[in-house]
């Protein structure tokens, strides 16, 4: 199906969504989380991982296949839903009728209908962008009425080789400078050197914030190091990690692994007779920048994210005081401080991250940060974004529960090339 642009909310003046609370996050879904697919074992390939997140999902709700009428996704968690093998390079497919990526390297919703047996479908995309995108279109599908009950996917692969670093495709054209040796590595030790000169801080002071990380990563049963390397993970851990770039560890960087996860969206209405509590969209909102040169610059970094946040607080009413949950994205932990000063959550302004890391940012603490670990906890899957909030606004996160109020969450990510923002609440509006 043809990929649609315009239900995104992504030009200002933003007014408060009139979708707001008419759909609501129910339930979700997770595969076991592996560091790979070996490209043999059909049960362990992104297809198998994904239905079995999906069922899992259709459990939690108390829900059968019966009762969805949607399909929203991303095909393989690679931008505009390639297969993996795109990115890692051909490979040979197995014998018909395997004769396609379609359940191996990427996973559609046309193959899950068949697969699974969906009868009811009246509604498929397969968007191809990352999960906050992909909840913001399904939260718009659900308020336009073009679906009652959808299910979200999110299939997350690794195969062996190299990741993302097959040089056709990372490093052509311009982004042969930025991306010669990874996929915008240097280019992301850059930005945060350039922070660290603005606001006299440096790299060392990022280890509290990525070891509490790893701690919380440590309680949600899905992460990769939970499942497979629960040893504790220390300061002295991150500061001798490797240095792969200037200013940019590798212990900065989230590990590639094979997870997929699902979700479970419907009507307002239909929410209260599922079997979870419901959690009600309140806005979403999207951005699409450009760098003004080859490599984003500070400036650049922090223009955008202030206009993302202001974008949310404008599309949902709330201001930064109303947010209890906050999971901002991590893939490159250097990433985080421009969220948080962007939001201004709990009053941290411009420079004044770092400073806040050697705080209480504990789950039990005045300043849970990334209560599930995000990625530098988990494994680079990033849908602890999705699943922590709302299991915190569920009261259910075990562990990881916060002692404080969790009526209100915000979730966002990922660069400024594809930026979203989903905003949840435990009432209607």
């Not at 009428?69 to 093998?85: R, V």
């Not at 202001?310 to 009413?317: H, I, K, L």
Request: hydrophobic letters at 35%; proline letters at 6%; one cysteine or more.
């Amino acid at each position: 199906m043809a990929r649609e642009v315009n239900w995104e909310r992504n030009h200002d003046p933003v007014g408060i969504w009139n979708g707001r609370g008419k759909a609501a996050l129910i339930a979700r879904g997770h595969s076991p989380t592996d560091r790979r697919w070996d490209g043999e074992s059909l049960d362990k390939s992104l297809g198998a991982f994904m239905m079995i997140a999906v069922q899992n999902a259709l459990d939690d709700a108390g829900i059968t296949i019966d009762d969805v009428d949607g399909i929203i996704g991303s095909a393989g968690g690679q931008p505009g839903g390639a297969p993996l093998s795109d990115v890692w390079g051909p490979r040979p497919y197995f014998d018909p009728p395997y004769d396609s990526e379609d359940g191996l390297t990427h996973v559609t919703g046309q193959w899950l209908r068949q697969q699974m047996g969906f009868k009811n479908i009246k509604y498929i995309n397969n968007h191809g962008d990352p999960i906050w995108n992909l909840i913001g279109q399904a939260a718009q599908a659900i308020a336009d009425g073009r679906a009652e009950t959808v299910v979200v996917t999110y299939p997350n692969g690794n195969l062996p080789g190299r990741y993302h670093q097959d040089p056709t495709n990372e490093a052509r054209g311009p982004a042969v400078w930025p991306n010669t040796w990874g996929w915008g590595l240097s280019g992301q030790g850059f930005t945060f050197n350039q922070y660290c000169q603005k606001y006299g801080t440096n790299h060392d002071r990022m280890a509290p914030f990525v070891v509490q990380e790893r701690k919380n990563g440590l309680l949600w049963e899905h992460s990769y190091y939970a499942q497979h390397e629960p040893g504790e993970f220390t300061e002295e851990d991150y500061l001798n990690g490797r240095m792969i770039a200037r200013d940019l560890s590798i212990f900065d960087c989230d590990r590639p692994v094979l997870a997929a996860a699902a979700y479970i969206m419907t009507t307002a209405e239909k929410a209260k007779d599922m079997k979870q509590t419901p959690v009600y969209i309140w806005d979403h909102t999207e951005s699409l920048f450009s760098p003004r040169s080859l490599v984003q610059t500070i400036d650049d970094t922090e223009e955008w994210t202030d206009i993302q946040a202001q974008r949310s607080y404008n599309g949902s009413g709330i201001t930064a005081d109303d947010i209890d949950v906050f999971a901002p994205y991590d893939g490159f932990a250097v990433f985080t401080q421009y969220y948080i000063e962007a939001w201004g959550w709990r009053g941290v302004k411009r420079g004044e991250a770092h400073d806040f890391y050697a705080g209480d940012i504990s789950l039990k603490g005045p300043n849970p940060l990334n209560s599930g670990g995000g990625n530098m906890g988990t494994g680079r899957m990033r849908t602890v974004f999705i699943t922590d909030p709302l299991e915190q606004l569920q009261n259910r996160a075990g562990e990881r529960q916060i002692t404080g109020r969790a009526e209100i969450a915000v979730s966002h990510g990922v660069l400024p090339v594809r930026a979203a923002t989903v905003v949840r609440s435990t009432t209607p509006g």
